[in-house]
């Protein structure tokens, strides 16, 4: 865990806001690598994968085609379909990835916190910074390309989505009723606080001086606040 946060001047806080401005979202994240160990792609398909999330983050997924994949990768665009039926198996691959990395570390999150409603979604809230620091890639194109799916594979992925979220609401809901959060409607709760992780993907970067252990524990503190 963190210890007490850094005091940070007026200056280096501005200096901090600037360069952020001037070189936007990132592409690897404080795990150091674009995809987590269990993408298992190797080779080619891996090259294309990779270059995939890259060209789906910077352009969006129909923007992208695998006349571009390939060029990127420095192969032809048949020898792509060597290694994918299509673009949209390469976006469905990539977001089952994306949704399954969050499940499991959502779920091992609430395990480890205990029974206290406090901790487990302090914890939460906490693990979901930390994927979204780590991959943060990864998870702007699971969370914005969503919709490009195809219907059995969209279908998959919101019921991954829906799973976490209901298990974030019966957790504000429990603690409400325990008189430890305050009397509001657990969804507004768990969709602030979703909002909050999410967003990481878009701001954070290693160069700005605040590493993972300070911004999960601050947005663990701040969720404290938001329910309280």
């Known amino acids: 865990m963190a210890g007490k946060a850094r005091k940070r ?10 360069r952020n401005a001037e070189r936007g979202p ?8 674009l995809l987590p160990p269990r993408a298992t792609s190797t080779g ?6 990779e ?4 060209q789906f983050g910077a352009r969006g997924y129909h923007a992208v085609s695998i006349r571009d994949l390939a060029g990127a990768v420095g192969i032809h665009p048949s020898t792509v379909y ?11 691959e990539l977001i089952r990835i994306g949704h399954e990395e ?19 979604i302090t914890a939460m809230v906490a693990a979901l910074v930390r994927l979204h620091a780590d991959y943060p890639l990864l998870m702007r194109v699971s969370n914005r390309e969503l919709e490009a799916l195809a219907p059995e594979e969209r279908e ?44 990481v993907a878009e701001w954070w970067r290693p160069e700005l001086g605040i590493d993972v252990d ?12 938001v329910l309280s």
Do not use: C, N
């Open 51 to 54: 270059e995939a999330l890259l």
């Open 82 to 92: 060597s290694h994918v039926k299509s673009k949209q198996e390469i976006l469905s």
């Open 102 to 120: 969050q499940a499991q570390r959502l779920t091992q999150a609430v395990a480890d916190a205990g029974d206290d409603p406090v901790d487990q």
């Open 156 to 199: 998959a992925a919101y019921a991954s989505r829906v799973r976490a979220e209901a298990a974030a609401v019966a957790i504000i809901e429990r603690g409400r009723k325990q008189g430890l959060f305050g009397d509001f409607e657990p969804l507004l709760g768990m969709t602030a606080l979703g909002s909050m992780g999410i967003r």
């Open 9 to 18: 001047t007026g200056q280096e806080r501005e200096r901090l806001l600037q």
């Open 44 to 49: 080619t398909l891996r090259k294309i994968h």
């Open 214 to 225: 300070e911004l999960a524990e601050t947005y663990a503190k701040f969720a404290r606040k």
């Open 26 to 33: 990132t592409t690897t994240g404080a795990a150091g690598a």
